[in-house]
């Protein structure tokens, strides 16, 4: 978020233009702007309604678009979100779970460039918690 802010405040700088109100607008824009986890914007999180802009339908200004504010209900959603694009990933990438125990013997990998060295190390083992 911050880069997009200083790409604008850059922009608008060699092209002549108020770099304010260029930064007014990308954060507008932003507050606006669903999210894809949560599916609301940062504005109807943060004061519990659709803010009014001019795109706003009048319907949903006044009172018809109010945003669920039960307790621990965003988080549930964001975590049941989160859940969901980890077993994507998991399935999609083949990763494998880790079944290492503190005590176990494990080779390990040497850094590149280490010429003197073989690729991997003699057996190590671990004394911390893996």
Known sequence: MNRTLKDAIQL???NNLNWKQVLQDRI???RVTPHSTTGKTPFELFR????NTRLTPG???WGKGLVDNRPGYWHEKEEK???NQKRYYDKTKRVKINDLEVGDVVRVKSP???ANYSKYSKNFKDHKAV
């Open 48 to 51: 519990g309604r659709i803010a």
């Open 112 to 114: 590149v460039g280490c």
């Open 28 to 30: 507008n824009a932003y």
């Open 12 to 14: 608008a700088r060699s």
């Open 81 to 83: 979100k989160q859940r």
């Open 59 to 61: 319907w949903m200004k």
